[in-house]
């Protein structure tokens, strides 16, 4: 199957600093990929959809100068957290879509920890 | 606006009862309708979807424009069933974008 990886699988980091997460589909090329937000035990929120070689279109109420997406190949887009605050703490995970049939199947990422101090 | 709408948070049922997961949906259009299961510690996939009318590990779902719901059956439940389960909607003018549910935590008891 189809499969997509995060890195880093957990990051911690300064407030005021920048994170960056890596997405990936590994075995598939994706011209969209999609990142979400999870607070816990709470659903998926779409923050944002990124596609190769174009500007990511972001989500009502989503800061895009704070989360920068960068969406640079068929096979990777990362996501940037900058001047990061406590708040911006949780769980942030990927997905990618395939470019071909079934078009409109998404393949998730394992998730990435962010944890501000 | 598009909504979907799980009602329950939480459904402990014992290993071999039936068990269903409600999910509703609000989209006036054609709407495409998917469940994702999340394992303990271990990635969101998919579960199944409405367009292929597939039976998956037991489960199935049958999309019921009515009633606008998207429930999902299991006749006999098994522990490795427990999980978190997400509905999902996918419009014909979201580009591929998903909308999820709150999800349901399912808890199968021996």
């Known amino acids: 199957g189809a499969v997509v990886s995060q890195h880093p699988s957990w990051v911690i980091c300064k407030s005021g600093t920048s994170v960056k997460i890596e997405c990936r589909s590994l075995?598939?090329?994706?011209?969209?990929m999609f990142w979400y937000r999870q607070f816990p035990k709470q659903s998926l929120m779409l923050m944002a959809t990124s596609n190769e070689g174009s500007k990511a279109t972001y989500e009502q109420g989503v800061e895009k100068d704070k989360f920068l997406i960068n969406h640079a190949s068929l096979t990777l887009s990362t996501l940037t957290v900058t001047s990061a605050h406590p708040e911006d703490s949780s769980f942030y995970i990927c997905?990618?879509?395939?470019?071909?049939?079934?078009?409109?199947?998404?393949?998730f990422g394992p998730g990435t920890r962010l944890t501000v101090l | 606006a598009q909504r979907v709408t799980q009602p329950e948070k939480l459904l402990s049922v014992f290993k071999g009862a039936p068990v269903e997961l409600k999910c509703n949906y609000s989209y006036s259009g054609s709407p495409e309708l998917f469940w994702y299961v999340q394992y303990s510690r271990q990635r969101l996939q998919l579960l199944l979807r409405?367009?292929s009318r597939e039976s998956i590990k037991g489960f199935t779902a049958d999309l019921n424009k009515g009633e606008t719901s998207f429930h999902l059956k299991k006749p006999f439940a098994q522990e490795e069933d427990s999980a978190m389960y997400y509905c999902?909607?996918?419009?014909?003018?979201?580009?591929?974008?998903?909308?999820f549910g709150a999800g349901t935590q399912v808890v199968v008891t021996p």
């Open positions: 999902a909607l996918m419009t014909t003018d979201s580009w591929g974008k998903l909308q």
């Open positions: 997905s990618a879509s395939l470019s071909s049939p079934p078009y409109n199947e998404q393949f």
């Open positions: 075995d598939f090329q994706a011209t969209t």
């Open positions: 409405h367009i």
